[in-house]
């Protein structure tokens, strides 16, 4: 109705946007942990036939190292072209085209289970995948359709919540991805099941992306409202290119310490003590989706408390670099999920570094923002992934929870990163405001 304010009517639309993006970002993330799952599993299986267990785990993990590398490096070229094209106003392509890929690399792990294919055919899952613009590029769409459609205030908190939806899909999907991958019958291996489960979720997220998402109004909307809040209290003329460098460079240290960490934990919880079977693997799984709700939690209490972002993302690092430390000892099941409960905050700064670089540029760059971090963490995860590979395979024999230790110590080093993006900015609003104090009491005096 034309009684309406434009405030109104943008905040209604937005509501319904929820709504939209929260079906196939749910699915799809409950598709995604029935692969991890199955991939995991069908790995072990296939390299069970080693001599001992460490030529076991040698072998997982060189087939890790080479499936991660191929899956950074491929979707390179393709999420950069495919920000360029969201960022001109076709929203829905970053997310539709990766989506293919999906659909299509989780098949071909459905046929390799069927067909009882060599381990080796899974390489070309990363190269599909990547070609279609892989993860990089459709979690920066989904990221940059979430904040060309929110104001600067309620940014953090709305890519949170989509955080938190990814989180519980996760969750709910790990939790019965053990129990699926189980599941056989005659004539089909152990895994189609679940495998075939997940290429159905990616179909339906597919055909719901390409034909029922709807994102024209939302960022029209969300254009007006940036122009709306140019011409506020906030200065966004004067954007500082340091304060982007250095959030580029806390966030690549703090995922260099992640992922390098999490893609060693897989084969960690696959050898002696924990040995883990599929059940023990989709609980595991479910406890780092767990995570999402909450880091979730700890935004909402932290912005009804008014912490700043930085310090939010501070309290994210050391939440992991404390749990990651302690999982460096773990020999027993219950003292995994301890040390996972301690790793409580540990994604909130990812999203919050994405809100902050969301307020240093513009809606029209968002898509071409969003993709070069994700493309920045790939590249330095093509350089620490074969490194964390060769300690962890060095020290099998004596302290394999070493890796963890160096993930803690790149988590401190991205928290120093943060305190200096943070710490200049404080010293110039005193230098400032000493400034015009001594400047008003030579008035007074003169």
């Not at 785990?57 to 890790?64: L, R, Y």
């Not at 990616?202 to 809040?229: I, M, P, T």
């Not at 040390?339 to 760059?365: C, D, H």
Request: overall charge neutral.
């Amino acid at each position: 109705p034309e009684s309406l304010s434009f405030c109104e009517v943008s905040t209604r639309i937005k509501e319904g946007f929820v709504c939209f993006y929260c079906f196939y970002v749910f699915c799809a993330q409950v598709a995604s942990s029935f692969f991890d799952t199955a991939l995991q599993m069908v790995v072990k299986e296939r390299c069970a036939n080693a001599t001992d267990r460490d030529s076991e785990q040698k072998a997982i993990t060189n087939f890790n190292m080479t499936f991660n590398m191929v899956l950074k490096f491929m979707p390179i070229v393709p999420a950069i072209l495919l920000a360029k094209v969201g960022d001109r106003g076709y929203r829905k392509v970053p997310i539709v085209v990766p989506l293919v890929g999906y659909f299509l690399s989780r098949g071909l792990l459905l046929l390799d289970i069927v067909l009882e294919w060599p381990v080796q055919v899974l390489y070309a899952v990363p190269v599909i995948h990547g070609l279609c613009g892989g993860f990089a590029s459709y979690w920066a769409g989904v990221m940059a359709l979430v904040s060309v459609c929110s104001g600067e205030e309620e940014r953090s908190v709305r890519i949170m919540r989509t955080e938190l939806v990814y989180g519980v899909a996760g969750f709910i999907g790990s939790l019965a991805s053990g129990h699926l991958f189980n599941l056989y019958t005659v004539g089909l291996q152990q895994g189609a099941i679940l495998s075939s489960l997940c290429v159905l979720l990616y179909f339906l997220c597919l055909l719901y992306a390409a034909f029922f998402l709807r994102v024209g109004l939302f960022s029209e909307l969300g254009e007006r409202q940036e122009r709306r809040e140019s011409v506020g209290i906030i200065n966004h003329e004067a954007r500082d290119k340091i304060n982007i460098a250095l959030l580029f460079g806390s966030g690549i240290l703090y995922d260099i310490a992640v992922a390098g960490g999490m893609e060693m934990l897989v084969a960690y919880v696959l050898k002696d003590p924990l040995n883990w079977g599929a059940t023990e693997v989709g609980y595991g799984n479910a406890a780092g989706s767990l995570l999402f709700i909450t880091s979730f939690l700890g935004v909402k209490m932290f912005t009804k408390c008014s912490v700043r972002d930085e310090s939010m993302v501070m309290i994210g690092m050391v939440s992991f670099a404390a749990g990651i430390y302690f999982m460096a000892f773990v020999t027993t099941t219950p003292m995994y999920f301890l040390a996972r409960s301690i790793t409580l905050f540990a994604l909130i700064p990812m999203p919050t570094i994405r809100s902050l670089l969301s307020k240093q540029v513009r809606g029209t760059s968002y898509g071409i923002t969003f993709v070069m971090l994700q493309l920045s963490f790939k590249l330095a995860s093509l350089v620490t992934t074969p490194i964390y590979t060769e300690i962890y395979q060095a020290t099998l024999n004596t302290f394999p929870g070493f890796v963890f230790i160096l993930s803690s110590i790149f988590t401190f080093l991205g928290i120093l990163v943060i305190i200096y993006n943070t710490f200049p900015f404080v010293v110039n609003i005193d230098c400032i405001s000493k400034h015009e104090l001594t400047l008003e009491h030579s008035s007074k005096v003169y």
